[in-house]
């Protein structure tokens, strides 16, 4: 049986690329983007090897009393991230998406050569980004004529090994085998990215920004706390019933849900938002808002 939550699973760029494999094999109309995604997963797997000083060793009063209450254990901005290893991550994803020569090309090489000349500094942007100093991000890009989405991109998928590795460190002070009862993140207070059925019937919701996961009510719209069924719907999608799609009509927002019972193929969560896209589409058409929004 496979448990998603299960904290010490390691992946392994074979079972990356054998899990981008099997969604390819449904989806062929995505194996462009897939595969771009295959090779900076795989990187940011590595990169987990090479991360120190993210290990959040001092355990203050504060987060010991937080971890009792309804409050996740640290603000984004305490966050700790390994900078040496985010940058030399950043520079390789840089050289995977300018392989690609799609449209980000242009802004990517801008942001090479900015950092290679030292003209700017990864480590600004870094705290840019952690402490939500959003117009400092946005004056980067303009004086660097860099896409402020693609600039986020960069930033964000650099840190998120840190992010894991400093979510996962620091989760072992909260009781993982009871429910939280809040919708955000109990670690970092951002919103669910995805809702997961386990094969153990239980549910339990990923974090958009650090990648932690918790357990969950079942019938709970994360973003505004409803649990009144006659409010909260799920729709099945079309020939693939690995997937629900979970919306609260109180707040308008919906999330995907992975129903691990229902799938056969292997599963890399972070690979799962990014093979749905045709989902999103369908349901901001629908008038619903998508509940994280750290990377559009
Ligand atoms: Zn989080
Ligand atoms: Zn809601």
Redesign the pocket.
């Known amino acids: 049986m496979v448990n998603t939550m299960d904290k010490h699973r390691i992946f392994t760029s074979d079972y990356i690329s054998n899990a981008v494999n099997d969604i390819k094999k449904i989806k062929p109309d995505y194996s462009l983007l897939l595969d771009l995604y295959e090779r900076i997963f795989i990187e940011q797997e590595n990169s987990r090897n090479s991360i120190s000083q993210v290990n959040p060793l001092v355990l203050t009063e504060s987060i010991s009393e937080k971890s009792k209450g309804q409050f996740?254990l640290v603000d984004?901005s305490q966050l700790i991230i390994d900078g040496e290893s985010s940058e030399k991550l950043f520079m390789e994803i840089c050289g995977i998406l300018l392989t690609a020569g799609n449209g980000v090309t242009e802004s990517v090489r801008r942001a090479v050569d900015a950092l290679e000349s030292q003209t700017l500094r990864a480590k600004e942007l870094f705290s840019a980004f952690i402490g939500g100093d959003e117009s400092f991000l946005a004056i980067i890009a303009e004086k660097f004529n860099i896409d402020i989405q693609v600039l986020r991109f960069l930033i964000y998928n650099s840190l998120k090994p840190s992010?894991n590795m400093f979510?996962q460190g620091i989760s072992g002070s909260l009781d993982e085998e009871k429910e939280w009862g809040e919708g955000?993140?109990?670690?970092?207070?951002?919103m669910p990215e995805l809702s997961v059925f386990e094969e153990n019937g239980k549910r339990s919701l990923l974090?958009?920004?650090?990648?932690?996961q918790w357990l969950s009510k079942r019938i709970y719209c994360p973003f505004c706390g409803n649990t009144d069924h006659e409010t909260l719907q799920y729709f099945e999608i079309e020939g693939e019933e690995e997937y629900r799609v979970d919306v609260c009509e109180k707040c308008c927002r919906y999330i995907k849900t992975l129903d691990m019972k229902k799938t056969s193929r292997l599963v890399y969560l972070p690979l799962e938002n990014v093979s749905t896209p045709y989902i999103d589409v369908r349901f901001k058409e629908m008038g619903y808002k998508a509940g994280n929004t750290v990377i559009e």
């Open positions: 996740p984004i992010l979510s955000f993140c109990p670690v970092c207070g951002s974090c958009g920004f650090c990648g932690y």
